[in-house]
């Protein structure tokens, strides 16, 4: 088992060791960043961040923990790349690789970051497309984990559009044995190859993934409640359909109240505060969104320090 020079595309891909093993450097490195203790595992190295999407928490926390790590990153985008001008993704792989020792990636399509890894000798990590966001759901693992301890046996309930998020998440808790339920209207269910999928995984840990729209049945007795928003990047012009749609799909405190008193609430953010989450609610006690936020940075130092670092973590 190793995760040294393997892209990190998808959590699916990933084995049930090799994710606990990506939570537990995460832990060290957090305690060693908090206490200022050196682990600059990527001393030298070079890491390329493609956006061509827009991003706030992915930019900052991949810059900054790449750095923190001793390594130097390069922000590419479309306007400022030869990508916006139609570069193909197999020739921006083989140059890159032949420059930096990683490549992150935020784009449209996933078939492309499919293509970027199959082109680029380097580590390869996915940093959200249309189909998957695997650092944020293991960012969110390793979040509960710190409130929660246990993962496996618990329950996540995602409410809302059936996203990039919700099939992470379901990735997630398949390799976790946590349990999860989608609770997404007709119309905006997740992708039903991704949830049976994930189910296969789940097989494994012994835990359920389920889709149901009935939302206050799916919320029952949650430990985690999770939302994200109604129209991803890119979906834009359909924004007032999906409210219409998405309506009633919203944490508020009546749905709380169905959750387990000592439920957290998360969201990967960017919020739209009165859609798909109150503002009671995301800035109430049972809130964790702003730890989940910072962790994002712990979580992708691990995950970058166990594919390119050449030290032994
Ligand atoms: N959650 C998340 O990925 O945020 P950004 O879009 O700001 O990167
Ligand atoms: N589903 C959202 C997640 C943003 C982090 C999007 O794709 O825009």
Redesign the pocket.
């Known amino acids: 088992m190793g995760l040294r020079n393997k892209d990190l595309i998808s959590i699916h891909d990933l084995s049930v060791g090799e994710v606990a093993t990506i939570l537990d450097v995460a832990k060290k490195l957090k305690r060693k960043q908090k206490n200022g203790e050196p682990h600059q595992y990527l001393k030298g190295k070079t890491l390329g961040m493609i956006f061509s999407?827009?991003?706030?928490?992915?930019?900052?926390?991949f810059e900054v923990g790449f750095w923190q790590l001793g390594g130097h990153p390069i922000y590419l985008n479309d306007s400022a790349s030869q990508i916006g001008r139609g570069e193909p993704v197999r020739d921006t792989a083989r140059v890159l690789s032949r420059f930096v020792d990683g490549i992150m990636i935020?784009t449209f399509s996933h078939e492309s970051v499919l293509e970027l890894a199959k082109y680029a000798s380097i580590p390869v990590i996915n940093?959200?497309t249309d189909m998957l966001?695997p650092?944020?759901a293991l960012t969110d693992l390793f979040t509960i984990m710190e409130y929660k301890e246990v993962l496996k046996g618990r329950k996540l309930v995602y409410v809302g559009d059936g996203n990039n998020?919700a099939h992470s998440l379901m990735y997630a808790c398949a390799k976790v044995g946590m349990n999860m339920v989608c609770a997404c209207p007709q119309g905006y269910q997740p992708d039903p190859v991704i949830v049976k999928t994930a189910q296969e995984d789940a097989v494994h840990t012994g835990c359920t993934i389920e889709v149901d729209d009935d939302l206050f049945r799916a919320s029952k007795g949650a430990d985690v409640l999770y939302t994200d928003v109604w129209a991803s990047?890119g979906q834009e012009s359909e924004q007032s359909i999906r409210q219409e749609a998405l309506g009633e799909y919203q944490i508020n405190k009546e749905l709380l109240a169905v959750a387990r008193p000592d439920a957290m609430v998360l969201h990967?953010?960017?919020a739209h505060r009165g859609e798909e989450i109150t503002e009671d609610v995301l800035e109430g006690p049972q809130s964790k969104i702003f730890d989940q936020?910072e962790n994002?940075l712990h979580v992708q130092k691990a995950i970058m320090a166990l594919l390119m670092s050449d030290e032994v973590l």
Request: aromatic share 0%; net charge positive.
């Open positions: 999407k827009a991003s706030t928490r992915t930019r900052v926390s935020r940093g959200l966001h650092c944020q998020m990047m990967c953010l960017p936020a994002r």
